[in-house]
């Protein structure tokens, strides 16, 4: 096998081997090692003009984790060994509209859209990583702000993005069915394709608190 195709396999393996885990073991434990270079892989994400407008928050405090996984409904950042909170700089992301030399680059675009998908690019490069140290993950945006912001102390310039919590899974998560890409693939025009809606009742059977398939 060539170089290139021996590291697509590879890579290929860990995208697919991923799963979103939601029952971690107890006494668990991530090493402060295996942080840092979970850390470094997020510092490594591409950035809108490498403004790198993200902040990590580390949940250590007991209570802190509870007031976190309150927030988001479903208690995975208190069983989780280790959580983090990933914030953005609005007031950062925003620079990208004064900085860039051309007007379709906007203060707005950078507040809006920018941050969101800087967040996305280092998230991502962190769920990779774990998968490569043998470590479960879950990322979690559905929470309520205004509870994280009051409980992380986020000042008004920032916003939380997303908790991900780390760890070994305790048991085995479901693999949830994915679309053909071909159905999503289209060539120089979008061309409306007939969307077949079925699976949406499968992604309405993701019960995210426990982590497993209602069946309704
Ligand atoms: C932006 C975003 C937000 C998510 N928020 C939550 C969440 O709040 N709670 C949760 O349990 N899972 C959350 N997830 C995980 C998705 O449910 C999961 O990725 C999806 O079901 C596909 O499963 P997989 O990760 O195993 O491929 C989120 C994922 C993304 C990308």
Not at 133 to 149: K, P
Not at 176 to 186: M, Q, S
Request: overall charge positive; some cysteine; aromatic content about 6%.
């Amino acid at each position: 096998m060539g170089k290139a195709m021996a590291s697509y396999k590879l890579l290929s393996e860990l995208i697919r081997k991923r799963r979103s885990v939601r029952s971690f073991q107890q006494n668990d434990v991530i090493s402060r090692h295996s942080l840092g270079l979970i850390l470094e892989a997020a510092k490594h994400a591409p950035s809108a003009r490498n403004l790198q407008p993200l902040e990590f928050i580390i949940l250590k405090d007991e209570k802190q984790k509870e007031r976190i996984a309150d927030a988001c409904r479903q208690n995975q950042p208190k069983t989780a060994p280790l959580s983090i909170l990933v914030v953005g700089n609005l007031e950062l992301a925003g620079k990208v509209g004064e900085i860039s030399s051309h007007d379709i680059t906007t203060k707005e675009k950078g507040e809006k859209m920018f941050i969101y998908m800087d967040a996305a690019a280092a998230i991502q490069n962190m769920l990779l990583t774990a998968t490569a140290l043998d470590i479960d993950s879950l990322w979690m945006s559905s929470f309520d702000d205004a509870t994280i912001t009051k409980a992380a102390n986020i000042p008004k310039s920032h916003i939380p993005l997303a908790v991900i919590s780390f760890g070994h899974r305790s048991k085995q998560p479901f693999s949830p069915a994915k679309l053909n890409i071909g159905e999503r693939t289209h060539y120089d025009y979008f061309s409306k394709k007939e969307a077949d809606l079925a699976y949406l009742e499968t992604c309405r059977q993701i019960n995210e608190p426990n982590g497993e398939l209602k069946t309704i």
